[in-house]
């Protein structure tokens, strides 16, 4: 394992002599193996090493007792050690966030504060981590664009963030730290199967593990390939990119169709990437990749002029040669939306819908409801009519689908399908076209545990089947 260790950082330069390098320390087998792991061969590799500790106040005594174990340890080898009391709760609170989340935007905040061209901080992420969460981001539906896996190194503020034991297993990390007599922490939580990780690591690790053991390898040159190449065609396209343009501006990117189209599609993709990443700044949706599909099938058509909404009141427009990606003002896109409390009900002309959450299994949807798994659903929910460009991932079906396109399939009269309201979440995703289809975006599944139920109540007639 040691020599593994040390091959790794030097095959990846996760280290340059005369560094400080602050380990971060939750308590557990693999940041104290770490730890322990740098400290020995401090003078080897010609490093200076700290411990760093983040209290999340979140585990009661539990969490005080982390600490303070961790403490007691660098006292013992006279390791550094600094530790930073943060308010997870308040801080989810005030940005509307879970604690994980909040509790991690806080950790790396401060790491950012710490780190300069001198220093590194060291995690003990791990190969089988690595298994995980390359597993986990494919099938929640990751944008493929976005950077794949842990990386073993990755720029942090002023430094950097480094993570050596990418190639070794958590087993290799429990008989390391029996070898060396640590007796480490360990967190209740990392049990539970409400958390999504959890259950990949229960479930699915065990078996990839039999059908393979060196899986973590695997796993890791796959990580390290991709984002070579993904890095290599995201210059590409930043180069090409101004040769497309036709101006620019904070609000507003228009590009030539014809130029576009001259170029391959991994680069295409790349190119509505990069404009999207500009005009959203920090808060790029995630889910821009089903964006990304909608505007290329514009692009590439020789006759589609229209538009596209993008989320965050973003809309792209295709006029000919011109194509526009643009910031509109809310009014303009809207005549009607409003918030669904959850749990509410909201009333619109003779429509009527109802929220409400519930943890029982066996629920069969009915014709007028559609059931979708709370923690996959992005929160707010609004109620709005139809604008003439919305598309909709439809269950059951491949692409998307223009909602004007199922009114005409479902034979719903012209005079009602201005009022027919339309659910969509934060991201712009039509979830619900009530009676009509459902989305496949958050639906149920073999581990949700809370199920959000809506239901509609029509007052006067129903659609023709
Ligand atoms: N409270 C914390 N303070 C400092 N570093 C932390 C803290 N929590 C996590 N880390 C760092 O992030 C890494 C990954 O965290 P994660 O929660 O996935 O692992 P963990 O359950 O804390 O396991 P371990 O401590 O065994 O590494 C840890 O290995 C550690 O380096």
Redesign the pocket.
Known sequence: MRSNVLKFIEKHKLLKEGQTIF??????????A?LHFLWEHRTILKINVKA?????HLRGDEADQDATYIERYCLNYHIPYMKKDVDVRGYAKQRNIGTQLAAREL?YQWFEELVDENSRIA???HGD?QVETMIMMSVRGRNPLKAVGIPAFRKLGHGAIIRPFLGITKQEIEHYCNDVSIV?RR?SS?SSRNYTRNRFREDLLPFLKRENPNVHLHMQRQQEWCSEDQQFLMELAEEILPTLMLSKNEQNVTISQRAFTKINMPLQRRVIHLILNYLYGKNSPSTNFIHIEQVLHMMNREHMNGEHYLPNSFLFRRDYDRCQFLKIEQETLVQTSEELAIPGSIALGDWFIRAHVTEEQDLNEADNQIILDLEQVQLPLTIRQVLPHDRMLCRGMSGSKKIRRLFIDRKVAHNERNDWPLVVDKMENILWVPLLHRSRVANVNRNTLKRLVLTCRRQVVDVED
Not at 24 to 32: F, K, L, T
Not at 52 to 56: F, K, L, N
């Open positions: 380990v971060a320390v939750s308590g557990g087998p693999d940041s104290m770490l760093v500790h983040v209290h999340h950790r995690t003990g992420h981590d480490p967190d990392n």
